[in-house]
């Protein structure tokens, strides 16, 4: 195996579990729990447990991509001569943003969690719109792995 299939491999296995861990919440935890009268602190133990495992995937995604790259063009100093190199300079600026909705998200959660205030009114807009938006961002970024790695850039 090759130092890039390898590096490929566990960005993507870690991509996974980004994109899903985001779906999880949602799609299986929300609607088990609709009708429980412990949902906020299941949620908010949730939220707490995949924030700790978030950060940890989402620095090894920039490991792991950073590594491919390397591995691949040789030098960084491609990302701005290539069109390769400017798709991955515009995926990692997307990165930034979809990481800085993340600590948005996380940021608020924590706050109220704090506060222990989770009126809808106060928390539940502002939850949905940075979550959404983080997860509008990841699967762009999962759009770009894909043209990168099917040489469409």
Same mark, same amino acid.
């Given at each position: +195996? ?95 943003? +979809? ?55």
């Amino acid at each position: +195996m090759t130092a890039f299939a390898l590096f490929k491999y566990l960005h993507l296995l870690l991509i996974s579990l980004w994109v899903g861990g985001q779906l999880f919440l949602p799609l299986v935890i929300l609607p088990v729990l609709k009708n429980s009268s412990d949902r906020e602190n299941i949620i908010i133990k949730a939220g707490i447990r995949f924030r700790k495992v978030g950060h940890v995937v989402l620095a090894m995604i920039i490991i792991t991509g950073l590594a491919m790259y390397y591995v691949k063009m040789g030098s960084f100093s491609t990302l701005f001569q290539t069109a390769y190199g400017k798709t991955v300079l515009t995926k990692l600026i997307l990165f930034v943003l +979809m990481w800085l909705a993340n600590n948005y998200h996380e940021k608020y959660m924590l706050n109220a969690i704090e506060k222990d205030d989770f009126s809808y009114k106060n928390i539940k807009l502002r939850a949905k719109i940075s979550g959404y938006v983080t997860f509008l961002l990841s699967l762009i970024l999962v759009w770009f792995g894909v043209m990168l790695s099917t040489g469409m850039f």
